[in-house]
């Protein structure tokens, strides 16, 4: 079968014909058409049959939206769940917030590169975020169960002109962002230089230690691009960089949600530095890519002894190399109208671990946990879409993955050095059957494969590793516009399957004395299934309302294991912990000629377990927010409220036996105001 799978990918790349049809097709279409790139091939948004979100640069400045974890607010079915020191995991369909700590499953890709674990998804400078929901193991491999968040930065080159925004609210917070940049006359040079900066108070209270800035943070990011395009050959270098730096002391009792009861202050710090280089041009008759990636993460969480004699730390980096090699083209399959992309992917990654528990008077280290893998991984990838009739579409596609992890650990000070290897070689299908009765209309069926690799937890006792999770996520939609254009309609059902789910979870280490711990283990099956319903309806001009609904259930089915004592635990039938059952939302928008902007929205989420032994749950809630702007060519002023009816909630809860629940607090009511100066062509964005 592996042979099998090699020719047919390899046979997706001989030499054929550009895809021309589609560049023809867009020049006869209304201006507003938006274009996504999410499955790596130009296609028209309404025409990818799958769950897909796209938000332009104007839909995420209307609503405020400014970084990875603002996205939950605004889709259905995707939550986001908050762990240690600011770090958050986005959620779909009841897959990714019980995901391992290097692991996730919905994974971020900036400019086509999946960027490392990190707190560092900053939506600065974007053209578009293009979200795709459920598993995207064909053409995005490994820890995709979920789905992508695929953001496109803006590189310059259609001169987008400049913008400088100051802006400032509730928590002391302040911030600064700004973009310039554009093509150089008598050239084929283009650049883009961007960069944000924030500081904020929070709103966390530590009564133990007095302080009102419990939960201080401060971030930074800066991206440059420069490229050049002669009309066929293109080449684009950018170069990212990300830093974070805040106190951590954000987990709280559930009974006093913005009030710390810790003695310590926990602080947190981490940055990403991402170089891409970008070459796109004609090969062999067909589109060619090459999207060359190196990543570098740090991430340091520490309790400083403030009260306690004992300080706590833990050291992440990635280093990880990337090299994607594709073609994409049209041409007739078996007698039909095809269009198809096909490549190969290359992985080398560096994790270094380290946890330690210093008793400070003695400068004794108590606990001294390392930890250093590497990962290598090779796949071979390829996806068509063929014409069957004028009506009808079939999509197939399969990605062969391999990848070989090893790893050198030690699970204490002076412990022996131990060892760790594993590799794991996986198929990833979709198919996809898609009806169009209608340009703007169409129902699809589809079969989709996902994996999360497996990998090794070193506070795991006995064997560390954990077994590669593996998704099969069956789904039906309709996507159509009606009424002349004045209803938009997205709706999808879906069934989830799940194997050796990877699930993290606290367990008590010891009774005497009291100490709780982080373990990862497999849940042998779990499934999800769900509904999901989007519309958008514009009664009068200018005016648009909106509505999503989204129903997921989502239990482990055979969840056995022991906790570290040797006491059995069984979770089977449990829900899965920290997905909300339902989500409601309705808003609506009203843009005047003058350039007044108004929105408002509410959205209602039902209660969802905080443990897989669902001892704990958070209560249904509703948040409010609302934006009022005046927009003009040159400028543009805005004040936004979230949450305005201070709805006290928490995006995750820890269960601890003996102690009670804590949680990550969500932000209570906020209020900003924001103002920005536009200059250069382009300066509203799209």
Known sequence: MRAAAFAAIAAASLPLPANAQFDEALEETDADVIVVTAQKREQRAQDVAASLDVLTAAALENARLLDIADLASGIAGLDMAEFADGQYRLAYRGI???????????????DGVIAPYNNTYRLLDVERVEVLKGPQGTLYGRNTNAGVVSIVTRDGSEGDGGSVTVYGGSGETYGLRAALGGPLEESNLFFRLAGRYEQSEGFIENTVLGLDDAHATEDFTLRGTAGWDNGGLRIVGRLTYDRYDNNADNLVPVQTPRESIAPDLGTGYGQLVLPVVTIEGPLLGADFTSITAYASADRIARFSAVLSPVLLGQEDRFDSFSQEFRLAGDAPLF?????????????DERHAFRSTTLFTPLNLLLLDQSQRQSTRAIALFGEAETELSQDWTLTTGLRLAFEDQEADYRVAAGAPLQSHSDDYTSLQPKLVLAWRPQDDMQIYGSVTRGFRAGSIFISNPGDPGYDQEDVWQYELGLKGVFLDGALEIDAAAFYIDWTDMQIQRSVVLSTSPFQTGTVVDNASSARSAGFELGARYSPADRLELFASASLTDAEYEDFRT????????????????LIPETALTAGAVYTHPSGVFASIDATHYG???YDAANTDFQSEYTTLNATLAYDAEAFRIALSGRNLTDEEYFTRGLVVAGAGTFGYPADPRTVMLEITARFGSGTRPR
């Open 96 to 110: 990714g917030a019980t995901g391992t700590s290097d692991n996730q499953n919905f994974s971020t890709a900036i």
């Open 607 to 609: 209660e969802m377990a």
């Open 335 to 347: 007698g039909h109208a095809s269009s198809w992309v096909a490549g190969l992917y290359l992985l």
């Open 562 to 577: 022991f906790d570290t004592l040797g006491n059995p635990l069984d979770y089977s039938g449990n829900r899965i912990e």
